[in-house]
Every structure is written in C-alpha cells, then in structure tokens.
C-alpha cells in the first residue's frame, strides 16, 4: 500500500492506497454460466477488469447482472466457468476468505453494533487489536464524512449515512476487490447522488478494483471507467460509456443505454435503410435475419427540426432540460419522436406547430418493426 | 351522559380534545378488557380467599416442597438449553437454506399440540439414552418437544424481523465463518426472540403435570396437587405463588430484553410475536 499526500489521507490514518499503486487486483470472470430451475441467469459470461479499473454491469432486472457479482463474492456457486483475482482461480474459496470488500443494496449494516464496531468488524476477523482497530475504524468514518457518529446504532443514522458506513465497513479490509450492489437504489435521489460523487472519488483515491452492478444507466454511465451492458446472461458490449453512447454494438445496447427513438423504415439491401426521406446505412451486421420493414433507431441529438408550414410532423409537446429542449413530434402513421434542440432555438417550437424532421446520412441501428 | 363527559373533558374545545387518545381506546375495548379481567382474577381472587394470607409461610415449611421446587426449576433450565440449541440453528438453517420448507416446519412444530403428552412420552421413552432413563431429565426430551412450538414461532418470528440473509453475506464478506457470524451477528439479533422463546419454555416447564404425573415424577405441579389431599389452603396458596412467581420471572425477562433492544433500536419482545423497528422509515437524522 502506497501512501497517500492528500490531507484527507493522511486524516484517515494511512488507510488509503494511492491511486495507480498495487491497491487493486486484475480480475476476470471467465465463461461462467449459472441457472437457476429452466432459468438460465448466465450464459457464458466473461469479462476482464483492470486492476483499479471501475467497472459496471448494467441491465434489466433478470439480465443476470447480481448472479454475476455473487458469484465473484463467493455467495453464489457458477455451474462452470472460473473467478479469478490476481490470476489465482478462486471459484473454490469460500467468500469469508476471498478478501472482498462488498456493501450490498439493503442496508446491511450490524443492528447490533454502533458504526464504529460495524466498520471495525472485519478488522477484528483480522485480529486486530482493539487500539488498532478503534484508530482504523474511526479514520475510515472520518474518511466517508461520519466521526461524529461513530457511536450511532444504524437505526439513528439515515439510509445514505448507513451506505456510507456500509462502504466504510467494506474498505476497512483494505480489498483488493470491492463489490457493489445497487448500492444506491434504496435512497432518494439528492443522496444518491452525493453518495455517488463519494463513491467514485473513494475508488480513484484508492485504486481498489471495483465491480459495480446497477439497472441504472446513469449511474453506469457517470461512475465507471467501463460500463458492460448485459441481456440474458450474457454481455451485450463493454465499452467506455462515451463509446457505448455513441457506438452501441447492437441494437439492444442503442435502446438501453440513453433515450432512442424508433422511427420506422425500410432495408434498402443489406446495408442500407431508407427513413425519413434518406437512405442511411445500416450499423454493423444489425439488419441480418430482419424483415424490409424495420424500425430505425436514432438518438433525439441526431435529428434535425425546423418549423416548416406543412412539414412531416406536428409539436406535441417539450421539456425543457437545461441548455437543450427536448420537443415530442407526432409524425406521420402516429409516429411519435423526440429531438433535442438548443433550447435558445427551440422557443418558437411550440406545441401544434409545424415542423421539419429530418435526419443526416450516418451509420444508424435497426430492430425488428414492433 | 354526554354533558357529563364533556364536563369531564376540561375545557378543552373539540378542537384541542385529543381525539387520537379517544380513538385508541373506544369503550368497547375497555368492556373486553374487563371482562377477561374479570374471568381471570375472579378465580385467583376466589383462591386468596379460600387460602387465606396465613397459608403463605406456611408452604415453605411442607415436606418435598423444595426438592419439587428445585425439579422443577432444573428442568427449566435444562429444557431451555436443549430448545435453544436445537432451535436455534435449525431454525437459522431453515431461513438461510431452506425457506421452501418454512410452511411444512410450522406444521410439524405444531404437532406437539396435537399430539396427546402419553403418546409423546412413548415416543420419547423409545429413543432416550439409556443413561437418561429413570431419571427425571427424561422429562427435559419431552418438554423439549411440547415447547417446539412456541420456540419455533418465537424465533421464527424474531428472523423474519431480520435481513438474515444480508447480514450472513455481509459479516461472510468480512471475513467471518458461520460460527463467528452465528455468535456476533445472528444471535445479538435474536436475541428478543430467544428470550421470548426462553418465557415461554420456563413457562412451560413450571406449569406441565400430565408428563411428570405420569412419569412418577414429583415436579411443582404435581407436588401441590399431591398436597393438595391434606391441606386444600396450603397447596392452593403454593398454587397461588407459582403463578406469581412465574409472572414476575416472565415480567423480568421481557423487561430486560425490552430495555436492551429499545437502546439498541433492535426487536421488541411479546410473548408471541417480536417487532423491529422499521429502518427504511424511521431514520434518526436527515443527511
């Protein structure tokens, strides 16, 4: 463990690992598959993680996502395929002895111990004397803002500050892994995203590797260095969010991760789609196995508006979103769109106007017509 | 009546009239209430009055009242012990591994109920250990299993109170193995509900006399009904202070339990059932 400069590190007592420095190990989740009756959660699974990489799966509920994490922290058993941390093959070690810090979705902590002796816990499993880990415990409360309740019983902390010491409790270990389960799912959204600012700061303070599972696109998205979308037990794409955004590998991915429109279309061939008076070319080998008539799928960036007496569709309604409107048009055969406009540009696109939506010549995605 | 009740009322406006403290407790309650009141104390009233104070000492001072006493408290204890640890682990084992099967454990441990005391202790003389017969701690297997079913409802209800599963998880996640976690994390937890279970049995105990009276065992019980043919007094006033003395223990127990999970903000003990806090709703302080 390398010593930290920060200020906030040295509070903590030395507990912190520099960011880059060995505080986390590799990992990697190979092939692994798992079912549960006629359910299979997993299906060949496999995913390398960085060491001090932040990494996140998110999916639909179903999609397999917390199978995988449990599986990693030993509290679920794969039915083949391996977990290995630092290289060595742990699918046979018991979670107690893996090493892995972990905070779950519901509030897990100890009712029957203050913060203090919650944090402290997992530094007694390590026999560490009392002294030693009162100093510990403490400087990681310190450490998530909580020092002045160390002595509260869980049932006098709010939900946020129980996460908090939740994730107190799980990097007082000092893991080389740490696992989060939804961990902000419970709590309301002004907290959810303080907690997620703390979190992320944490990780990238101490280098620990960190698997993170959440239904949360945005939370994926705005916390992890790599963002791996899964659908029925297997991983769609792993990407950098910007990349997943911007270049979804299928079109389950497109319509997951950030709003999409589906306009429909027709194949032009195999790689090429005529929607909304232009013909686009068709994304990767998406259009295989589909029928002429697809729905196209484009982002509301994407789409061009301008008011336009008897263009191709009607204002129904707009949200303002900050700097960029978002306008809903009804286009021909109950279509109906959503595009972003700058909201400087979006004043006189009021609803029953008459707008103008068209769309540049760019790779597009397509899906079965629903 | 009315004008009566509103002049008892003060001069409080209907406005300021605390009107939750009405609604809680409506006069047909109260007519319940003292109607079971008066089905039970009528009959301990009768007692006192057919014993009379100066029978009180005087039960101290009767031959085999100790040695009964004292049966009786041992087997408390040892059926206590034995139900704990039974109980205690199968029912964790049933929550954590095999929560299909809580429906068919509610049935089985409900057949002590059912079945008659002869056939249980047949049962129960069938498969002892040698060294436990002619002993009285023969008694302690059979009340171990007449009291299965107010301990496995009493723990039952105190896992129920309690994200088993997440805390098992989480204290594994830090390091510790089942018997650490069984010791600091499950256990400080149910605590309540193994007090509640721990009432029940002692109560159990102190007041069977089927089993021992046909064991040939002199237990409390079967002591004053023994007594009970040469002075009617004597053993209804022992009668009398074991029902006493039994409350009081239970008043102690649930007290103790009560005060320490209040502090802790852990589960509250009744007899049968055992709350907890909800956490997702009360939280101590804002962010």
């Given at each position: 463990?390398?010593?930290?400069?920060?200020?906030?590190?040295?509070?903590?007592?030395?507990?912190?690992?520099?960011?880059?420095?060995?505080?986390g190990a590799p990992v990697a989740l190979r092939e692994l598959s798992r079912s549960f009756g006629s359910v299979r959660a997993l299906d060949g699974l496999s995913l390398e993680i960085a060491p001090g990489e932040f990494v996140a799966l998110l999916g639909p509920s179903g999609c397999?996502?917390?199978?995988?994490?449990?599986?990693?922290?030993?509290?679920?058993?794969?039915?083949?395929?391996?977990?290995?941390?630092?290289?060595k093959d742990v699918s046979a070690v018991p979670a107690a002895k893996r090493d892995m810090g972990m905070v779950f979705q519901s509030y897990s902590l100890f009712p029957n111990m203050s913060a203090l002796d919650n944090v402290g816990f997992g530094l007694r499993m390590r026999q560490l004397r009392a002294g030693e880990r009162s100093r510990k415990a403490g400087a990681l409360l310190d450490m998530v803002g909580l020092s002045d309740h160390a002595k509260h019983y869980p049932h006098q902390l709010s939900g946020g500050q129980q996460q908090r010491v939740a994730l107190a409790r799980a990097l007082a270990i000092e893991p080389r892994v740490l696992l989060l389960d939804e961990p902000l799912s419970a709590l309301d959204a002004k907290v959810r995203l303080q907690?997620?600012?703390?979190?992320?700061?944490?990780?990238?303070?101490?280098?620990?590797?960190?698997?993170?599972?959440?239904?949360?696109?945005?939370?994926?998205?705005?916390?992890?260095?790599?963002?791996?979308?899964?659908?029925?037990?297997?991983?769609?794409?792993?990407?950098?969010?910007?990349?997943?955004?911007?270049?979804?590998?299928?079109?389950?991915?497109?319509?997951?991760?950030?709003?999409?429109?589906?306009?429909?279309?027709?194949?032009?061939?195999?790689?090429?789609?005529?929607?909304?008076?232009?013909?686009?070319?068709?994304?990767?080998?998406?259009?295989?196995?589909?029928?002429?008539?697809?729905?196209?799928?484009?982002?509301?960036?994407?789409?061009?508006?301008?008011v336009q007496e008897g263009g191709n569709g009607i204002v129904t309604d707009r949200t303002f979103l900050g700097s960029v409107t978002r306008v809903s048009v009804r286009l021909s055969g109950d279509v109906t769109v959503k595009v972003d406009r700058a909201t400087t540009e979006a004043a006189e696109m009021l609803p029953g106007a008459s707008v103008q939506v068209s769309m540049p010549v760019t790779p597009v995605h397509v899906t079965g017509r629903r | 009546m009315a004008a009566v009740a509103d002049v008892a009322a003060g001069a409080q406006t209907p406005a300021t009239r605390p009107a939750t403290r009405r609604r809680s407790y409506p006069v047909w309650r109260w007519v319940i209430l003292l109607l079971a009141g008066a089905y039970f104390l009528i009959p301990l009233y009768a007692a006192l009055r057919f014993a009379g104070?100066?029978?009180?000492?005087?039960?101290?001072?009767?031959?085999?009242?100790?040695?009964?006493?004292?049966?009786?408290?041992?087997?408390?204890?040892?059926?206590?012990?034995?139900?704990?640890?039974?109980?205690?682990?199968?029912?964790?084992?049933v929550h954590l591994r095999l929560p299909g099967?809580?429906?068919?454990?509610?049935?089985?441990?409900?057949?002590?109920?059912?079945?008659?005391?002869?056939?249980?202790?047949?049962?129960?003389?069938?498969?002892?250990?040698?060294?436990?017969?002619?002993?009285?701690?023969?008694?302690?297997?059979?009340?171990?299993?007449?009291?299965?079913?107010f301990a496995y409802r009493s723990l039952d209800a105190g896992l129920r109170a309690f994200d088993l599963k997440t805390m098992v998880e989480a204290s594994n996640s830090l390091g510790a193995g089942w018997l650490v976690t069984l010791w600091r994390v499950v256990l400080p937890n149910i605590r309540a509900s193994m007090l509640s279970a721990t009432v029940?049995?002692?109560?159990?105990?102190?007041?069977?006399?089927?089993?021992a009276s046909l064991a040939l065992y002199v237990s409390f019980p079967v002591w004053i009904v023994q007594f009970e043919q040469n002075s009617g007094p004597v053993s209804v006033a022992a009668?009398?202070?074991?029902?006493?003395?039994t409350w009081l223990l239970l008043m102690v127990i649930v007290a103790v339990g009560g005060r320490s999970a209040r502090r802790r903000g852990g589960a509250q003990v009744a007899l049968f059932t055992v709350t907890r806090q909800d956490f997702s709703q009360t939280r101590g302080e804002p962010e």
């Open positions: 463990m390398t010593a930290n400069t920060t200020a906030g590190t040295e509070a903590a007592g030395g507990v912190v690992h520099a960011a880059g420095g060995d505080a397999g996502k917390t199978t995988a994490l449990r599986i990693v922290a030993g509290f679920e058993t794969a039915d083949s395929g391996s977990v290995t941390v630092d290289t907690l997620r600012e703390q979190i992320r700061s944490l990780q990238q303070r101490l280098g620990t590797t960190t698997l993170f599972v959440t239904h949360d696109q945005e939370e994926a998205l705005s916390m992890a260095d790599r963002v791996g979308v899964m659908r029925d037990g297997r991983l769609e794409q792993v990407a950098v969010p910007s990349e997943l955004y911007a270049e979804p590998a299928t079109a389950f991915v497109a319509e997951f991760v950030g709003v999409m429109n589906r306009i429909p279309g027709q194949l032009e061939g195999a790689d090429q789609v005529s929607v909304l008076g232009v013909i686009a070319p068709v994304h990767g080998s998406t259009a295989a196995g589909l029928s002429r008539d697809v729905d196209v799928l484009v982002r509301p960036e994407t789409l061009r508006i301008a | 104070l100066k029978a009180f000492p005087d039960v101290f001072k009767q031959s085999g009242f100790f040695s009964a006493i004292g049966l009786s408290l041992r087997l408390a204890l040892v059926t206590t012990v034995l139900t704990l640890v039974l109980m205690v682990p199968t029912t964790v084992y099967i809580r429906r068919v454990m509610e049935g089985i441990t409900i057949l002590p109920i059912v079945i008659p005391p002869i056939v249980l202790i047949i049962g129960v003389l069938k498969v002892a250990p040698s060294f436990l017969l002619g002993t009285p701690y023969l008694l302690g297997l059979v009340y171990v299993i007449l009291a299965m079913p029940l049995t002692v109560a159990l105990v102190l007041g069977e006399f089927t089993a009668s009398l202070m074991a029902l006493f003395v």
